[in-house]
């Protein structure tokens, strides 16, 4: 779990770095358990469930 400091200063300059730093510094944090939520996947039986759930998301 090293994380070179140009790696880190970039991040905390910028908020840019490898996915691989960034893991290692939210382990280094204690934090890797929020790369929970945004990487689960929800469960779909078929395609028109991903249809209607395209439907219903919120617009951005």
Excluded at 19 to 39: H, K, M, T, V, Y
Aim: overall charge negative; some cysteine.
């Amino acid at each position: 779990m090293i994380v070179a400091f140009a790696s880190y200063k970039r991040f905390e300059q910028t908020g840019e770095t490898a996915f691989r730093s960034l893991c290692n510094i939210a382990i280094a944090l204690g934090c890797e358990q929020d790369f929970d939520e945004p990487f689960a996947h929800r469960q779909y039986m078929s395609t028109q469930e991903v249809t209607d759930a395209q439907r219903e998301a919120p617009k951005q």
